[in-house]
């Protein structure tokens, strides 16, 4: 494994993009909506560098087959527990790759009339794109490379990394 982002850079980008977020939403409360399961070390730190009120929700996504490349279909295998109608989402989800998941993540949301939704991803792999999706805020634009370590797994192991590492 060879580390691509240090524990200290990725604080440093949480807190930067915190501050970014806080300032365009400030005024309102903001639902977080957290992708399990990789998300959820990059939504805990982000939630608490963050300076307006947040409630939180998760929802879990299957593409169908599974290892390192999705089969473009997906589902959801947990939904939301909470209405989206009127309020302000921030989707929160660890990375972009095909783009696939977040297409269609969005496009269920936004059917259920949230007053706005936005998009954070704290990485993201623009050449690997095979449908057209932009985030709102991306931490690190990175290469093509499979990568681990905050909340990022390859077969469930090394999500409790601090750093990001290319897996090799
Ligand atoms: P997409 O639908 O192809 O954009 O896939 C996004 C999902 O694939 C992410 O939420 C991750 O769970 C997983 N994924 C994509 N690239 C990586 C990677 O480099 N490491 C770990 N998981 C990845
Ligand atoms: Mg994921």
Redesign the pocket.
């Known amino acids: 494994m060879k580390l691509l982002v240090s524990e200290n850079e990725v604080q440093k980008k949480v807190g930067s993009l915190a501050r970014k977020i806080s300032k365009d939403f400030s005024g309102k409360e903001v639902l977080l909506v957290g992708?399990l399961k990789?998300?959820f070390i990059f939504m805990a730190d982000l939630a608490r560098k963050m300076t307006v009120p947040v409630k939180m929700d998760f929802v879990r996504l299957a593409?169908y087959g599974s290892g390192?490349r999705?089969s473009g279909k997906?589902k959801f295998t947990k939904d939301l527990e909470t209405s989206l109608r009127g309020k302000d989402v921030l989707v929160v989800?660890?990375?972009?790759?095909?783009?696939?998941?977040?297409k269609y993540l969005v496009r269920c949301l936004k059917a259920r009339r949230p007053s706005s939704l936005k998009v954070v991803a704290l990485?993201d792999?623009p050449a690997?794109r095979?449908v057209n999706f932009q985030a709102d805020y991306v931490g690190f634009q990175i290469n093509n490379?499979?990568?681990?370590g905050y909340g990022?797994?390859?077969a469930e192991e090394h999500r409790n990394l601090r750093g990001i590492y290319i897996?090799n």
């Open positions: 992708v990789g998300a593409s390192i999705s997906v989800e660890d990375i972009i790759d095909t783009g696939i998941t977040l990485l792999k690997r095979e490379h499979f990568v681990v990022l797994d390859c897996l």
